[in-house]
């Protein structure tokens, strides 16, 4: 179908027109567009798919497209104003500021000059990166001294910044760090590696290209804004390159119970003996399970179930605006009881040890405190966390994102998008908790360098999201993150005020020493409120490989402590290091925890009859794509209770 102009709607607009005589591509033909060199051609391609993408944009500004970033998206202008007004009641710390940063950059010129005129004179820098900081891996940020005396100029200005903000007085805690964290993300944004004429590695594949990353780059970042309607879809790896089903979450099983919340999928055992107590796995909600199935090679799951556990997962369902009403409480009775009702229809076994992985970690202990309240704790008989927080005072960075402004922000954006916060929010947020690792250096390689994106299997996943439901996902910052009720006894769930100290079930905690969103001070904090034996241990890495680390890949370390201080300063002081991965620990505290050996048991083969093969439907559905009825799960007989 065309318009009345004669313009074809479905019509690529980055592609020539067909006829190769008449003009119909930006007044070029086929035959002439062709004849341009390459170079000319991407940037005209691109010209004409960034104007059609900025008038798509402007359209939406002006109808009032809620789903657009604001200039404010963090509602921080208040916040800047305050510190900044006490920085400026504050003349001895301005003047100790820049005295520092002057006396930086004299050092910087010192050295600078007699690098310049000497280039083996050797030289101590005015400042150094970070440890670890990986902006500045090319060799010439250190031994070109032109682009070194960047790297520090950048480096000192940075520091003078951030030194101000945190050193002044007279702020709230939580201003302070909200203010930290943004003035973080800023400078971090002017770094000279986000811009080709500062960047080395920019410059050298411009001159021998003659451009064309730029071009190829200008085309990325289009695409990528496309993808997003006007929003900047960052890409961060290859999402073809894997299948899910085909490449990951491969190992065997099958769904055996379904409900309008999650599958229930029960792993074929690979022993000729199993311990009789199953484990139950709830993996977060705000991710897909599969994480924990990466790769065959790197699989938690394939590993439990040669270790001779019968292993159930909860696959969460990715929800659409049909589940915008579902609470946390549906999420407990719908998910992890109903698990434990459908466990015992398959094995006849009444309690299981259970684990829960960060947001569903906090479901767990929830849930322990409830079934405490209703005289029902043996049906967990121990429980393991996964960089789980059931304490939110020392929550880290998401905190400053948790205030009442946000949340009725974070509540328009999820009515705009029909009752659910979209995939690609939550992913957008926790890539700011590490920027210039998951946004500044694909910004770098795909915008300035021009390239794609790899194949990477943890990415692929990270960049597979999930929705969330309004009713839950408010329920919980507020309850949780805003007021930590339940680690101050106050919070109240299906008629109960829940108390962790009541719970006597046997706790595994598991921390992460450079976790960042569940930072291991707040972990530890959890492993006191409860009121049986708790076990912590910090492992080596972050959020996702502390958990993840197969004992084959001979990565890592972990650290324990039998003991169980006042706080966690006092529990490393007292611990032990341990090369490698932790999970034989885990291992041999839930074999302790497990019963006897039993025959192995088969998916399918007890009341639960098997419904698909692993892993499952709720998996399979992406956020990017339009939920559907053929995505809703089938009906599913209920278990015997």
């Keep these: 179908m065309s318009d009345t102009s004669g313009n074809d709607k479905n019509k690529d607009p980055g592609k020539p027109d067909d006829k190769a005589d008449t003009p119909g591509w930006a007044g070029f033909s086929e035959k002439e567009f062709n004849a341009l060199d390459k170079v000319s051609r991407n940037l005209m391609q691109a ?132 203010v930290e964290f943004l003035t973080k993300q800023m400078t971090d944004a002017l770094s000279p590696t986000n811009f080709a004429l500062t960047n080395p590695d920019v410059l050298r594949a411009t001159m021998e290209s003659q451009g064309e990353n730029l071009t190829r780059g200008l085309q990325n970042l289009l695409d990528d804004l496309a993808a997003g309607d006007g929003r900047l879809a960052l890409t961060q790896t290859d999402t073809d390159g894997f299948k899910v089903g085909r490449d990951m979450a491969t190992t065997p099983g099958k769904v055996v119970f379904q409900n309008d919340l999650m599958e229930l999928i029960q792993y074929a055992p690979t022993t000729e003996s199993v311990k009789a107590r199953p484990l139950l796995i709830a993996p977060p909600w705000i991710n897909k399970f599969y994480i924990m199935d990466l790769r065959e090679k790197n699989s938690m799951i394939r590993w439990l179930v040669d270790q001779g556990f019968t292993v159930f997962l909860i696959s969460w369902v990715n929800p659409g605006p049909e589940l915008k009403d579902k609470t946390f409480e549906d999420y407990m009775h719908e998910g992890l009881f109903a698990a434990l009702h459908a466990i015992e229809a398959a094995t006849g076994e009444t309690s299981v040890n259970a684990v829960g992985y960060c947001v569903a970690g906090t479901l767990l202990s929830s849930a322990m405190a409830w079934l405490e309240a209703e005289g029902q704790s043996e049906r967990i008989a121990s429980a393991t966390f996964f960089a789980a927080q059931s304490d939110f005072e020392k929550a880290g960075d998401l905190l400053i994102f948790i205030d009442d402004v946000w ?229 599913a007989p209920e278990p015997a209770a």
């Design 47 to 178: 010209s004409l798919k960034s104007q059609h993408l900025m008038s798509d944009v402007m359209r939406k500004a002006i109808e009032g497209d809620p789903v657009l970033p604001n200039a404010d998206p963090f509602h921080s202008a208040p916040e800047f104003q305050e510190v900044w007004a006490k920085i400026a009641e504050q003349p001895d710390l301005m003047m100790q500021a820049q005295a520092d940063l002057m006396k930086g950059y004299i050092d910087l010129w010192s050295n600078t000059t007699k690098r310049m005129m000497t280039s083996d004179s050797p030289t101590t820098p005015a400042i150094s990166p970070e440890p670890g900081d990986k902006r500045w891996r090319s060799a010439d940020w250190s031994e070109n001294p032109v682009f070194d005396a960047i790297k520090q100029s950048y480096l000192l200005n940075q520091h003078f910044m951030m030194g101000l903000v945190g050193s002044v007085d007279g702020i709230d805690e939580r201003t302070k760090r909200k």
């Design 407 to 635: 949340l009725k922000e974070i509540e328009r954006i999820m009515d705009s998008q029909g009752g659910v916060l979209d995939g690609r929010s939550m992913a957008d947020t926790f890539n700011l908790l590490r920027s210039n690792d998951l946004v500044w250096s694909f910004v770098v390689n795909n915008y300035l360098l021009g390239r794609q994106p790899q194949a990477f299997d943890l990415l692929f996943w990270n960049a597979d999201q999930t929705r969330m439901p309004k009713a839950l996902h408010l329920w919980y910052l507020d309850n949780f993150y805003k007021n930590n009720r339940l680690a101050k006894g106050e919070l109240e769930l299906g008629g109960h005020t829940l108390d962790l100290g009541a719970v006597k079930t046997p706790v595994y905690i598991q921390a992460s020493r450079e976790d960042h969103i569940a930072p291991y001070p707040s972990v530890y904090r959890a492993a006191r409120l409860f009121g049986g034996p708790a076990r912590f241990m910090m492992a080596g890495s972050g959020h996702i490989a502390g958990v993840i680390n197969h004992p084959d890949a001979n990565k890592y370390q972990y650290w324990t402590n039998d003991a169980l201080p006042e706080t966690v300063e006092d529990w490393i002081g007292g611990a032990s290091e341990h090369p490698g991965s932790w999970w034989g620990d885990w291992r041999a505290w839930l074999f302790d925890r497990s019963g006897d050996d039993v025959p192995p048991r088969t998916p399918g083969d007890g009341k639960l009859k098997a419904i698909r093969k692993a892993p499952g439907r709720n998996v399979l559905v992406r956020s990017d794509a339009k939920p559907s009825k053929s995505t809703e799960p089938e009906p």
